[in-house]
């Protein structure tokens, strides 16, 4: 990828510096544990409750939010770190008044941020400070350097887990380098396609008992989503599954969720989180993660 150019001419003014911004990750290690189908139905979800919500998506090598709520995306990210675009000429309009930030598909040099590509994401974030309450973090799946750089730097981490081995088992591999090499201590966790709440509780049971044996990290259960034939119906519809079957019960256990997150307090400072989130993202990303 070509070195990043800044947009000329363009004054991005200061980060929001009385407002804070509450800014989650979510991601799960593994593929296939359901990550982005909450991301994109917990964003809508928060924005019923009137947050206004920006949903990245981070998965900047294979995108698909905009494929899930069946978005034309004629610019990406990857417009905004070459400089020909700012981040507000990329934004989409998704349900319920979300914005979405989309990423490349299929674009191997963007499976791996250089320093100056982050600082671009830095600047091209300015544009927003002022316009959101809500950044979700939408991750790729495993543990590489982006989706550690992104992980690390949020206020929040919500790790998605599903009744499979290898879940429970990348899972706990993240939060390990996560809690051992980055100093991150509080994991929140969703047990996805449940076939009952106790499942669910079993599940995090099953991972919380590990991490408090070797890690020292603080797992908190957020609640389970049970398995739903209408979340596979909405994908293929290209529409969130909490506006294709509002009433099922994936979607009502989701609504639960984001309001459980609207109360997580948000810490604040001199600087708003938007800013801290950036700037931790961009040292993380220049220290080699």
Same mark, same amino acid.
């Given at each position: 990828?070509?070195?990043?150019?800044?947009?000329?001419?363009?004054?991005?003014?200061?980060?929001?510096?009385?407002?804070?911004?509450?800014?989650?990750? =979510?991601?799960?290690?593994? *593929?296939?544990? !359901?990550? /982005?189908? $909450?991301?994109?139905?917990?964003?809508? &979800? #928060?924005?019923?409750?009137?947050?206004?919500?920006?949903?990245?998506?981070?998965?900047?090598?294979?995108?698909?939010?905009?494929?899930?709520?069946?978005?034309?995306?004629?610019?990406?990210?990857?417009?905004?770190?070459?400089?020909?675009?700012?981040?507000?000429?990329?934004?989409?309009?998704?349900?319920?008044?979300?914005?979405? =930030?989309?990423?490349?598909? *299929?674009?191997? !040099?963007? /499976?791996? $941020?250089?320093?100056?590509?982050?600082? &671009? #994401?830095?600047?091209?974030?300015?544009?927003?400070?002022?316009?959101?309450?809500?950044?979700?973090?939408?991750?790729?799946?495993?543990?590489?350097?982006?989706?550690?750089?992104?992980?690390?730097?949020?206020?929040?981490?919500?790790?998605?887990?599903?009744?499979?081995?290898?879940?429970?088992?990348?899972?706990?591999?993240?939060?390990?380098?996560?809690?051992?090499?980055?100093?991150?201590?509080?994991?929140?966790?969703?047990?996805?396609?449940?076939?009952?709440?106790?499942?669910?509780?079993?599940?995090?049971?099953?991972?919380?008992?590990?991490?408090?044996?070797?890690?020292?990290?603080?797992?908190?259960?957020?609640?389970?989503?049970?398995?739903?034939?209408?979340?596979?119906?909405?994908?293929?519809?290209?529409?969130?599954?909490?506006?294709?079957?509002?009433?099922?019960?994936?979607?009502?256990?989701?609504?639960?969720?984001?309001?459980?997150?609207?109360?997580?307090?948000?810490?604040?400072?001199?600087?708003?989180?938007?800013?801290?989130?950036?700037?931790?993202?961009?040292?993380?990303?220049?220290?080699?993660?």
């Amino acid at each position: 990828m070509n070195l990043v150019k800044l947009p000329q001419n363009r004054d991005p003014g200061p980060m929001n510096a009385h407002r804070p911004i509450k800014v989650i990750a =979510v991601t799960g290690g593994k *593929g296939g544990v !359901g990550k /982005t189908n $909450l991301s994109v139905n917990l964003s809508i &979800a #928060l924005a019923e409750l009137r947050r206004r919500v920006v949903l990245m998506d981070a998965d900047l090598g294979l995108a698909n939010v905009d494929v899930l709520l069946g978005l034309q995306a004629k610019h990406t990210i990857t417009d905004v770190l070459d400089g020909s675009k700012g981040l507000r000429d990329i934004l989409l309009n998704g349900p319920a008044g979300i914005k979405v =930030v989309p990423a490349s598909s *299929g674009v191997q !040099g963007m /499976t791996s $941020l250089t320093p100056q590509e982050h600082a &671009a #994401l830095v600047y091209a974030f300015n544009e927003l400070s002022e316009l959101l309450d809500v950044l979700v973090v939408d991750t790729a799946a495993g543990i590489s350097e982006t989706v550690v750089s992104f992980v690390r730097a949020a206020q929040e981490v919500i790790i998605v887990v599903c009744d499979e081995p290898s879940s429970i088992t990348d899972a706990y591999a993240l939060i390990k380098l996560l809690n051992s090499e980055h100093g991150v201590f509080r994991f929140r966790v969703i047990a996805n396609m449940t076939r009952s709440n106790q499942e669910g509780i079993n599940l995090f049971n099953k991972l919380n008992a590990v991490c408090d044996r070797f890690l020292d990290a603080s797992l908190q259960y957020l609640g389970h989503v049970p398995f739903d034939e209408n979340v596979r119906k909405a994908v293929q519809k290209r529409q969130a599954l909490i506006q294709f079957a509002p009433r099922s019960k994936a979607a009502s256990a989701i609504r639960v969720m984001a309001q459980k997150i609207d109360q997580w307090p948000v810490q604040a400072s001199a600087r708003g989180h938007l800013e801290f989130f950036l700037e931790r993202l961009l040292a993380a990303n220049a220290s080699g993660y």
